[in-house]
């Protein structure tokens, strides 16, 4: 009975060491989640005419309360609705405040049908994290099962996902022109025209004070 007993008890030990989910592979468990929300605004268009009108300035201070951002898709429900060209013309000058374009595509399909004789305005904003980082769930020594530590992947991941501009790059990327150079050659041609930091010399300093 002893050696049963001291055999459960050092399988539990052992099994107890990781205290987490085992990963024997090179796959990081921590991964970028993308979510995404969409935020709605009716907006007349009788009284939406032009970038000065009354509805126009009611949608400019809606996207100043959103802090629309670069990265935010800015487009309109309803299709049926996007032949009116003087007022999607009104809301592209709006827009165009912020520093965005109005998509061309339809917008998310939002709930509630759009009020007779009005523009629904989406505006979708991806958001990305990486959910349980950090994660200590399971120690590092000992460690009897081969398996990564549960942090592994949250430095990269959380640094990729702070630093992309657009998230739902991460969900479907962005396609690009193989057949235009200049497409290709941005990069580098930014690289080459900034000014040198070391244009303007090199800046003298003193451990002297002015009185001294």
Not at 119 to 135: G, I, L, T, Y
Not at 163 to 184: K, Q
């Amino acid at each position: 009975m002893r050696p049963l007993l001291l055999a459960l008890s050092l399988s539990t030990l052992l099994g107890a060491a990781g205290c987490g989910p085992v990963n024997r592979g090179l796959e990081s468990v921590n991964q970028p989640i993308v979510s995404r929300t969409d935020y709605a605004f009716d907006v007349s268009a009788v009284g939406l005419r032009s970038a000065d009108d009354v509805e126009a300035r009611r949608l400019d201070a809606w996207f100043d309360a959103l802090g629309l951002r670069y990265g935010d898709r800015v487009s309109l429900d309803d299709p049926r609705r996007a032949g009116d060209g003087v007022t999607r013309e009104a809301i592209s000058e709006v827009l165009a405040r912020h520093g965005l374009l109005l998509d061309e595509q339809p917008g998310a399909v939002t709930g509630g049908p759009v009020p007779a004789g009005a523009f629904r305005v989406v505006v979708s904003r991806a958001s990305v994290e990486v959910p349980d980082c950090p994660n200590w769930s399971r120690q590092s020594q000992p460690e009897f099962a081969a398996s990564t530590m549960s942090n592994y992947g949250c430095a990269v991941n959380s640094t990729l996902a702070a630093m992309v501009a657009s998230p739902e790059d991460l969900v479907r990327g962005r396609s690009i022109d193989d057949s235009d150079a200049r497409t290709i050659n941005k990069a580098v041609k930014l690289y080459r025209d900034a000014t040198p930091t070391g244009k303007e010399g090199v800046a003298k300093e003193s451990t002297k004070s002015g009185g001294q």
